[in-house]
């Protein structure tokens, strides 16, 4: 198993920005396609960015292209998101997940981190 933990969220004003942290540790990172993905009260949790193993391939959501960045350090065990010009509606728990280069489906999740976006 791999375990996640996220850092980085708080209180923002729009148009700010935020880096937000995922440490992994347990089995080696670069075996694992990461993703960030967020959830609102009430809401099913969606998909934020995605990036492969080797950091090669990044992909998006349209609501967030263009503003926020997925990046990860292997040598550090590390996955980051860095998010510029923030909405009020991009306040949500943000969470990192982990998935086998092999599998199709995020196994493993951190326990999230609030990003709070004022207007």
């Known amino acids: 198993q791999v375990q996640m933990v996220e850092s980085g969220g708080g209180l923002v004003q729009a148009g700010g920005s935020l880096r937000l942290s995922c440490a992994a540790s347990g089995r080696t990172f670069s075996n694992y396609d990461m993703g960030w993905f967020r959830q609102t009260p009430g809401k099913e949790r969606e998909f934020v960015a995605a990036i492969i193993w080797s950091g090669g391939s990044t992909s998006y959501a349209d609501s967030v292209k263009g503003r926020f960045t997925i990046s990860r350090d292997n040598a550090k065990n590390t996955l980051y998101l860095q998010m510029n010009s923030l909405k009020p509606e991009d306040t949500a728990v943000y969470y990192c997940?982990?998935?086998?280069?092999?599998?199709?489906?995020?196994?493993?999740w951190g326990q999230g981190t609030q990003v709070t976006v004022s207007s």
């Open positions: 997940a982990a998935k086998s280069v092999f599998a199709t489906r995020y196994a493993y």
